[in-house]
């Protein structure tokens, strides 16, 4: 390929670029930051602007506009990308966790070399591109082989100097880690109610709404007042925050002794050995899910056994559900035989016999 | 924001285990905090919550009020913070009269006297800053102008925070227009950053106010959707601190002194969402606050609090 080859994609690559600032800055609605943040408050506003119509109106011309005009544009583009990169390392200087504001809301990453980099790469380019006297259009019409596939190296060199394109696979095709990812109240009580624990469990339960939520990380634990037994109690619900089919954990506890009843998904053992954690650091499923659905004599004979133990002991009992558990999953939409008591507290009473 | 942070840790601990949330550290005997009743240049009274207690000083003793002073200078009345030496509580290794600290956005500057807001949740504080320490202001303070972050601490007199030493150096950028996290796909179960202080008691009453004894923290990434609630006006910190709750027990662990313990999460820090700066004093070069711990707490762990932060490793849970 020859000097004047590669010069001849230089216009539309550089017009691609600057079409693709322009464009991420008219649409960011948080005031960008990078070079502008130099200026005083009242004048950023403006110059973000008066950039984005410099940008759009450079890449117009690198594009379409004839042999004067369009190597005006070129030299134009250069001088633009030169005092960026000089101003960028200023902001750096300034403000080491300032972001470049190249492509608006995307240059979230502090600034680096690989910003500063990449404006001098385009200095260079835009240096090709007033040499080739703009034309981007006409240039990009009659690419060859060859130079498709040096403009392909060039923009795979552009786009490994952009932090902004990871944020934006992010934004597009990912989401953030469940532990910092906002999640409306509405939308969990929503899955829990949808979950098979929610409703084994729901005659537990007074009333529909959680008299206290609170999170942590990639749970909400939501608590409501119930009675069971005819004692007043707390159902503690823990909602994951990830995936189609989250995890749903559920705990009973007498209000007045302060005892857990019966847990669903896990049981806190006081002195047990710690839990298996997930990289999200949450404790993995050990598949201890208190069994239900027992035939109706198995039911009632458990039930009578352990109302006899309980009264044996003077007390509540904590159930070890652990130890009674069946292998099954620990999913709250899956658990199509999870429960932790019908009301009558059989879930919990054979548990607590199981165990015992 | 008045729940049942007991009762929420013991709920978490049920259904996610003992590991995440593990029960908060007992608070250190050798922190003590209170009113001066009596001192002279070899003994201190103090009225505490456990009644008056009496102290010794001894010749490394050390004492602040604004710069290094002497005995002479601690007066009755007093808000003291002391932290005992030797493994004992008689011994008096440095003493802190009348510790306050002003963080959060400026509201509004006249002459020497600024006021800012440190959150939802906190009283606006004014700041006070004398001919003395107004050099050192205005070197990492340079901006005194709405809008602009503050953190300063010094010497609490009639209602205001007499500065002396600025914690930070000032962005230069109005807090409004921080630059956004960039987005976390991955968060580490140990993050890095640093702690700072603050007093949820202000200064008040620290014989009979129980926040003033308290040892918790306040932490910058409450939970919009609970206890943050519809006045929240935290910003997104700039580290990937996982949403949590009241109630929630953080181990923070000072990277300078290696002495770790278990807090409880007692106050949103909103102030502390919009910093996103390195501890001048220390070692590690992890930028962002992890959390405002409570002065009793900071001091536990080895932290100065004339200093203001300490480089620190925090896990949740």
Not at chain 1, 109 to 125: K, N, Q, S
Request: hydrophobic content about 40%; some cysteine; overall charge positive.
């Amino acid at each position: 390929m020859t000097p004047a080859e590669l010069i001849q994609i230089q216009p539309p690559l550089v017009a691609l670029l600057l079409l693709l600032g322009a464009a991420a800055k008219a649409v960011d609605r948080t005031g960008g930051g990078g070079p502008v943040s130099l200026l005083p408050d009242a004048l950023q506003r403006p110059a973000s602007v008066a950039t984005v119509l410099l940008e759009a109106v450079l890449a117009v011309a690198l594009l379409a506009a004839p042999a004067p005009l369009g190597t005006a544009a070129g030299w134009a583009a250069a001088a633009v990308f030169t005092v960026s990169a000089v101003l960028l390392a200023v902001v750096r200087r300034r403000d080491p966790q300032m972001g470049c504001g190249c492509f608006g809301g995307l240059s979230t990453e502090p600034v680096g070399w690989r910003a500063i980099a990449r404006a001098a790469v385009l200095a260079a380019a835009a240096v090709g591109a007033a040499l080739a006297g703009g034309g981007g259009l006409q240039a990009a019409a009659g690419l060859s082989g060859a130079q498709a596939a040096v403009g392909a190296a060039e923009l795979a060199v552009l786009a490994a100097l952009s932090p902004e394109l990871r944020e934006a696979a992010v934004r597009v095709f990912g989401r953030e880690s469940c532990e910092v990812r906002r999640v409306p109240v509405r939308r969990s009580l929503a899955r829990l109610r949808r979950s098979e624990v929610w409703r084994a469990n729901r005659v537990v339960v007074d009333g529909t709404e959680p008299v206290d939520v609170w999170r942590h990380g990639c749970w909400r634990l939501m608590r409501f007042t119930g009675r069971r037994n005819g004692r007043p109690v707390d159902a503690v619900f823990a909602v994951e925050l990830r995936g189609r089919r989250p995890r749903v954990r559920a705990a009973v506890s007498d209000a007045e002794t302060l005892v857990t009843l019966a847990v669903l998904g896990e049981v806190a053992e006081e002195g047990g050995a710690p839990l298996p954690r997930t990289t999200g650091g949450a404790p993995q499923a050990t598949g201890t899910v208190v069994p239900t659905g027992p035939p109706e004599d198995a039911a009632g004979k458990a039930e009578e056994e352990a109302r006899e133990g309980a009264e044996d002991r003077g007390g509540p009992r904590v159930p070890r559900a652990r130890a009674g558990a069946q292998a099954s999953g620990v999913s709250g939409a899956s658990g199509a035989s999870a429960g932790i008591s019908t009301g009558n507290g059989a879930g919990a009473a054979k548990a607590s016999s199981s165990d015992r | 924001m008045s729940v049942d942070v007991q009762e929420r840790r013991r709920f978490t601990a049920a259904l996610l285990g003992e590991d995440a949330a593990p029960p908060p550290s007992d608070p250190s005997p050798q922190v003590v905090r209170g009113v001066v009743l009596h001192v002279t240049a070899h003994m201190l009274t103090v009225a505490t919550l456990k009644g008056e207690e009496r102290f010794l000083f001894e010749r490394t003793t050390s004492f602040w009020r604004g710069r290094d002073v002497g005995p002479q200078d601690v007066r009755v009345g007093d808000d003291v913070l002391v932290r005992c030496g030797g493994g004992g509580r008689w011994v008096v290794d440095r003493l802190w009269a009348q510790l306050g600290r002003v963080t959060g956005t400026i509201v509004s500057a006249d002459g020497d006297t600024v006021v800012v807001d440190p959150g939802h949740g906190r009283p606006r504080a004014v700041a006070v800053i004398p001919y003395r320490s107004s050099g050192r202001m205005a070197v990492r303070h340079p901006v005194l102008e709405p809008g602009y972050l503050f953190d300063a601490v010094g010497v609490r007199e009639g209602g205001a925070v007499h500065t002396t030493v600025p914690v930070t150096t000032q962005p230069p950028h109005p807090a409004s227009r921080a630059p956004r996290r960039p987005p976390a796909r991955r968060v580490p179960e140990a993050l890095s950053g640093i702690v700072t202080w603050y007093d949820p008691a202000y200064g008040r009453a620290a014989h009979t106010d129980p926040r003033a004894h308290a040892a918790g923290a306040a932490y910058p990434a409450l939970d919009p959707g609970s206890d943050c609630g519809p006045d929240c006006d935290r910003s997104d910190p700039c580290l990937p601190l996982p949403l949590l709750s009241l109630g929630a027990t953080v181990t923070v662990r000072n990277d300078d002194t290696g002495v770790s313990a278990v807090f409880p999460v007692l106050n949103c820090a909103s102030a502390a969402s919009r910093f996103c700066d390195r501890c001048r004093e220390g070692s590690g070069d992890a930028s962002g606050r992890l959390a405002e711990l409570t002065l009793p707490a900071f001091t536990a762990l080895g932290g100065r609090p004339e200093a203001g932060c300490f480089a620190a490793t925090m896990e949740a849970g």
